[in-house]
């Protein structure tokens, strides 16, 4: 599954500083690659320890994880909705994603100037939301004024799909986003050819400063009360320490900072762990002395879907799965220790998978 987050947030925030951090991801962990396809676009690696353990199990030939495209969008200014700045080519930006990392400045800091004068969270996150807001409404104005008119003919389609429209532009005027729109699935069919951009899930990211970092600040705590107001998700870290782990040449300097400062793991990690919670994503594994490999799903798939993300032929010819979960493999350390304990489920059509199976599938074309 090719997934991708764009990363926002107004002038001197810290957002480029953090893309930097991500785009230096390898100097973080072991395993943590790194490619560059544009300037502005990166695929990272998920950090799953689950995957190192496997490896030490199995000895594979190679590791193959599963990865999110970053996005490092262009810097908002306000009137983005109706072109100024950069704003066509953000609000494009941010159509082509599955989500959006949402980075707000909290700390304060005399030598970085705001944009606006002062740190107020609260007030960069709402000029966001209203520039996604307005283009929105315009996308939403614009289908409705096709749809209304097939209404007046009688077509009861074209009226439902009116009614659906109307209510998110009532909710988007009064200032909220549309993934907060109650929806059922039915009126959710007549909104997903617009791909409403406040639709897409959010995550703000607190770039705090490093006395922040643990328990964070009066900034963070707006932000968090903001963020459950929405259902948003909301994670702290510091830019500037995530520079200084970027700078460390080896593994156990990287840790020993991290422990000096308190930390388990670096910001970066957590960002891209807490990115792919955000669409809704687990990993399961195919595991054998070739590769180690990590497979994206959507949280809910049928193991015959799961089959399907390896080939579309897997997915045809499905006859059923062999499964081992993850605990039992770190367990009994062998494939066939698993069996003999009696451990190996084989499992049919209508199995859910689960975060950290270990699988293999049977199938026939």
Not at 220 to 246: C, N, R, T
Not at 273 to 302: D, M
Request: glycine share 6%; net charge negative; proline share 2%.
């Amino acid at each position: 599954m090719d997934l991708k987050c764009g990363i926002v947030g107004l002038p001197n925030v810290g957002k480029s500083t953090l893309f930097n951090c991500l785009s230096n991801a390898k100097a973080q962990a072991a395993n943590f690659p790194f490619c560059t396809i544009e300037p502005n676009v990166g695929t990272i690696t998920v950090p799953d320890e689950r995957m190192t353990e496997l490896a030490k199990l199995v000895n594979p030939q190679r590791l193959v994880p599963t990865t999110i495209e970053i996005v490092d969008i262009a810097g908002l200014v306000k009137g983005a909705s109706q072109g100024e700045g950069l704003g066509n080519m953000f609000l494009a930006n941010i159509r082509e994603t599955d989500a959006i990392l949402h980075v707000l400045r909290c700390f304060d800091n005399d030598n970085i100037i705001h944009v606006d004068g002062s740190v107020n969270p609260i007030r960069d996150k709402e000029i966001i939301d209203t520039e996604l807001q307005l283009k929105d409404l315009e996308s939403i104005e614009k289908k409705l004024q096709r749809v209304s008119r097939a209404a007046k003919t009688g077509d009861k389609e074209a009226a439902k799909a009116e009614a659906t429209l109307l209510k998110f532009k009532m909710h988007l005027e009064s200032g909220q986003s549309a993934r907060n729109c109650e929806i059922n699935d039915e009126e959710k069919k007549y909104i997903e050819d617009i791909y409403l951009l406040t639709a897409k899930p959010v995550l703000y990211v607190c770039n705090v400063d490093e006395a922040s970092v643990v328990s964070g600040n009066a900034y963070v705590e707006k932000v968090k009360e903001a963020a459950a107001k929405e259902g948003a998700g909301i994670i702290m870290i510091s830019a500037a320490i995530e520079a200084d782990i970027a700078g460390l040449e080896s593994y156990e300097d990287r840790k020993a900072f991290l422990d000096d400062l308190g930390l388990s793991e670096s910001g970066v990690a957590k960002l891209i762990k807490e990115a792919y919670k955000l669409l809704n994503l687990i990993t399961y594994f195919t595991a054998g002395v070739q590769e180690v490999r990590a497979w994206t799903i959507t949280q809910g798939f049928k193991a015959p879907q799961a089959a399907g993300v390896i080939h579309t032929d897997f997915e045809k010819g499905f006859i059923r799965a062999e499964v081992i979960a993850y605990s039992d493999y770190i367990t009994y350390k062998t494939e066939a220790a698993v069996k003999e304990a009696g451990k190996m489920r084989v499992e049919g059509k209508e199995y859910t998978v689960v975060d950290g199976d270990v699988m293999h599938f049977r199938f026939n074309v």
